[in-house]
């Protein structure tokens, strides 16, 4: 069975840092571009972050930029965001998805969420003093 699985979520102070991890199991992560979005009450579902398949190009929405940063570890089929200087504006739930689209087309559709699957139950995270 194909499945994603987030983790690392929580509760943390604005300033403060969190590493999340996406597991795959059923198949093999090295294969397939690895997107992050997130999706806060209310607000559609956001691309945050992408890393390719093929030369591990990276890919970030503004407003994250300069504090987060996107890896993978295919020998441990594991893809990472670490998330630095967090501001409660971060706040909601993080999810992980395979990137399904076009390999040429990814630098500009990387955000969009039709172009995923496989999308993993999501961890939450809550920035709050």
């Known amino acids: 069975q194909v499945q994603l699985v987030e983790s690392g979520g929580g509760l943390v102070q604005p300033g403060g840092s969190l590493r999340l991890s996406c597991a795959a199991s059923?198949?093999?992560?090295?294969?397939?571009?690895i997107g992050w979005f997130r999706q806060a009450p209310g607000k559609e579902r956001e691309g945050v972050s992408c890393i390719s398949a093929s030369d591990g190009s990276t890919y970030y929405v503004d407003s994250v930029k300069g504090r987060f940063t996107i890896s993978r570890d295919n020998a441990k089929n594991m893809v990472y965001l670490q998330m630095n200087s967090l501001k409660p504006e971060d706040t909601a739930a993080y999810y992980c998805a395979t990137y399904r689209g076009t390999f040429y087309r990814l630098w500009y559709r990387w955000n969009w969420a039709r172009e995923y699957d496989s999308w993993g139950q999501g961890t939450q995270v809550t920035v709050s003093a």
């Open positions: 059923g198949f093999t992560l090295d294969n397939y571009a």
